[in-house]
T-cell receptor, first 117, second 113 residues
């Protein structure tokens, strides 16, 4: 079974530019997550989708970050405008179940490493 | 609020030695706990999870963890380290009714030949 796919793998931009990341979850997985992992820290949840609806976006900086999941499959995460502190690895994950059980297993993609200069 | 603390950002052991990575949790309700491993330039992979069925949980690659409520701990162990175990390890707790994971800061494991 194919895993979670993400692209691009690496991105370098200057501050105030915009950037977008793409995620394709494992086929059939209803729940999709975006995490931000700053160097030396554990991942932090930015947003959680259940099919194409948002379950939790409490830690998403909505003044500059946006995310969508069209048709309940692929998802894009956008940053506009980027700041230096946005430099991090952005991880996408998906889970088969409806994401409402605390024991659901999340499967992670390889991540996109963003560097903001 | 539920959280986890990983003691030691770096752990170094010799090949064949015992691996012990420490994780303590804070939770006002019975927690669900996870250990993930991250190899360089890869995403996170689930090693094992505690779901209250058994306090000793066995995972992949020979790892296991024991849930100790009295010590609020969920330490990860492996009897004999292998060079391929070198990676970053994250402890996480599930928060709330949905699976919102809160991760610790991670422990980098180095294996010495």
């Amino acid at each position: 079974e194919a895993g979670v796919a993400q692209s691009p793998r690496y991105k370098i931009i200057e501050k105030r530019q915009s950037v977008a990341f793409w995620c394709n979850p494992i086929s059939g997985h209803a729940t999709l997550y975006w995490y931000q992992q700053i160097l030396g820290q554990g991942p932090k949840l930015l947003i959680q989708f259940q099919n194409n609806g948002v379950v939790d976006d409490s830690q998403l900086p909505k003044d500059r970050f946006s995310a969508e999941r069209l048709k309940g499959v692929d998802s894009t995460l956008k940053i506009q405008p980027a700041k230096l502190e946005d430099s991090a690895v952005y991880l996408c994950a998906s889970s088969l179940e409806n994401g409402l059980l605390p024991t659901d297993t999340q499967y992670f993609g390889p991540g996109t490493r963003l560097t903001v200069l | 609020a539920q959280s986890v603390t990983q003691l030691g950002s770096h752990v170094s052991v010799s090949e064949g030695a015992l691996v012990l990575l420490r994780c303590n949790y804070s939770s006002s309700v019975p927690p669900y706990l996870f250990w993930y491993v991250q190899y360089p330039n890869q995403g996170l992979q689930l090693l094992l999870k505690y779901t209250s069925a058994a306090t000793l949980v066995k995972g992949i690659n020979g790892f296991e963890a024991e849930f100790k409520k009295s010590e609020t701990s969920f330490h990860l162990t492996k009897p004999s380290a292998h060079m391929s175990d070198a990676a970053e390890y994250f402890c996480a707790v599930s928060v709330g009714g949905a699976q919102k994971l809160v991760f610790g800061q991670g422990t980098r494991l180095t294996i010495n030949p």
